[in-house]
């Protein structure tokens, strides 16, 4: 039998999540599209800044491009959407679960998601038990003083899992330009979403470190931008992985 982790952090955020749950929708399923559905958000509000017509677009809540057309193909997979009171929909339920992240991360200066993950989608098990705030804090702060600390300072975590390391050093240092990797690609959602929710500036890869083969990343800029985007180069080599990180640096 599982065991049961008590959610004591992320409790209005799942509380919405849970309205979808009892449509009959796994609670992986919904945790998973609601992480989706975030980043999509995310992710098309950056591509339309680009736009003239910006404003007018955020008026009219008419935002276009792949995102966009990502985000609505999620909504698409409920038809109780289309059948469901406006208010008692699972778009609306994703919408009310979005606002209480932000609100829940903003009041408690915690990895929400990753306590939500724990408490109702892995139970722990697997390996997906993160370190617990207070051990992560410590080690951070055992890495470097506040004094050794310096603006551009790359620090990467190779398996970030929710992010909760780079949060912590995130806090200490915001200057700081952060790595993860992971393996799961929901770890890697979710450190990428805290990463936004944290506004440190990131990159953020859906990978496996020790094969050296990465598949995806999200790169967040501090002021609330997001980019993604596929790697193509599955195994690169340590040429151009250098390369690539002299890129990065300038």
């Given amino acids: 039998m599982s065991k049961q982790y008590n959610l004591y952090l992320g409790r209005e955020t799942w509380e919405q999540l849970a309205n979808i749950h009892r449509y009959g929708y796994s609670a992986s399923t919904v945790f998973s599209d609601f992480l989706d559905g975030c980043l999509s958000s995310l992710l098309?509000?950056?591509?339309?800044?680009?736009?003239p017509d910006i404003f007018d677009k955020l008026k009219s809540n008419k935002l276009t491009g792949k995102y966009e057309e990502q985000y609505m193909k999620l909504i698409e997979k409920y038809p109780e959407n289309k059948t469901?009171?406006?208010?008692?929909?699972?778009?609306?339920?994703?919408?009310?679960?979005?606002g209480c992240l932000l609100k829940e991360t903003w009041q408690s200066q915690e990895d929400i998601l990753g306590e939500i993950f724990?408490?109702?989608?892995?139970?722990?098990?697997?390996?997906?038990?993160f370190t617990p705030f207070n051990i992560a804090d410590m080690m951070t702060k055992l890495l470097h003083s506040p004094e050794e600390m310096k603006p551009g300072e790359k620090v990467c975590d190779p398996a970030c899992g929710s992010g909760r390391f780079l949060i912590s050093y995130g806090q200490l240092n915001k200057e700081a330009h952060l790595y993860g990797v992971d393996l799961s690609p929901e770890c890697a959602k979710m450190t990428a979403l805290n990463m936004w929710l944290f506004d440190l500036d990131t990159d953020?890869?859906?990978?496996?470190s020790l094969a050296m083969k990465y598949f995806r990343v999200w790169k967040i800029r501090r002021g609330g931008y997001i980019y993604e985007s596929a790697i193509t180069e599955t195994s690169p080599s340590p040429t151009s992985i250098k390369k690539t990180l002299k890129a990065q640096a300038e």
């Fill in 204 to 208: 953020i890869y859906h990978g496996d």
């Fill in 84 to 98: 469901g009171e406006i208010g008692n929909r699972p778009a609306d339920y994703f919408a009310q679960a979005w």
């Fill in 118 to 129: 724990m408490a109702k989608i892995s139970f722990g098990e697997h390996g997906q038990f």
């Fill in 44 to 51: 098309s509000l950056t591509d339309n800044l680009q736009h």
